[in-house]
């Protein structure tokens, strides 16, 4: 491996990236990893909107492989980084847990993208780490969907360390202290219940254009991930021929489905 970026994709309106099989009573549900069931994006969605984008860049383009041979650049998943839970103070957190921040700390050092040390932190069950000046937390009390968390005030300075490190990342100077006010770790059984729990369920319908009434089979339930997820990944270059610095900045993608009515409107940050 010659180079590495860290990559995060940050939905700008609900997202959804499909399995294209149903589960339980949502017709559409979102990908999942097997083992956690958190949310990600595969690499082949990720890849193909990317490959789609720089499809008119002969310096770009071959990168991503032709008919007659590999790609020079591989791509993994998207993982999720942080979840937005509905909050009864602050309106909405920003949520994510230790088990992934340890596997994101020790995927980046394995890679050689970045040297984190600062991201091994374990939170009590039914506890929560916030930084200094939080929004979501009440006197020592947070309130995330219908779980009623205790602020861990000795993990504080820990999480206002991990949400700088982060905010610095993904978001541009000006939005940083909004998203830190916001953050918050939360035990991986309790990340592993939101997971579940706190995505978006949509009725939709077809209606008949004459009675404007729902048309035979025309009522399905899709999952999506809501607006503000944070989601991080890598992309590796195998090549001296293929450097990663071609990859410029992106902006705003649209991936998964549903584009004609402004799902998966999502912005690419990607670190040097």
Not at 9 to 30: E, F, K, W, Y
Not at 90 to 113: E, K, W
Request: glycine fraction near 8%; aromatic fraction near 8%; charged fraction near 20%.
């Amino acid at each position: 491996m010659k180079e590495t970026k860290l990559i995060f994709l940050h939905a700008l309106t609900p997202l959804h990236v499909g399995t294209g099989q149903a589960v339980a009573n949502v017709d559409l549900p979102i990908a999942r990893e097997k083992a956690t069931g958190f949310p990600i994006v595969p690499a082949s969605a990720f890849k193909g909107v990317l490959r789609d984008h720089y499809s008119n860049n002969p310096d770009v383009s071959p990168a991503f492989g032709t008919t007659e041979s590999a790609g020079s650049w591989m791509f993994t998943d998207l993982r999720i980084l942080c979840l937005p839970v509905r909050s009864f103070y602050g309106v909405f957190a920003y949520v994510t847990c230790p088990l992934i921040l340890s596997r994101l700390q020790r995927t980046a050092n394995a890679l050689g993208t970045k040297e984190i040390t600062d991201f091994d932190i374990e939170v009590p069950p039914l506890e929560v780490a916030a930084p200094h000046e939080t929004q979501i937390c009440h006197q020592h009390q947070v309130f995330l969907e219908d779980i009623d968390l205790r602020g861990n005030s000795g993990l504080t300075d820990s999480a206002h360390k991990i949400a700088q490190t982060i905010a610095g990342w993904v978001f541009p100077e000006g939005e940083r202290n909004t998203f830190i006010k916001r953050f918050a770790i939360v035990s991986n059984e309790t990340f592993s219940f939101l997971s579940e729990t706190a995505t978006e369920i949509i009725a939709r319908v077809r209606l008949e254009d004459d009675v404007k009434t729902v048309a035979q089979g025309g009522l399905w339930y899709e999952e999506t991930v809501p607006a503000e997820a944070i989601f991080y990944g890598f992309v590796v270059s195998a090549s001296d021929s293929a450097s990663l610095s071609k990859l410029q900045e992106v902006g705003l993608i649209q991936i998964g489905g549903d584009a004609t009515i402004g799902r998966g409107i999502c912005r690419v940050v990607m670190q040097p």
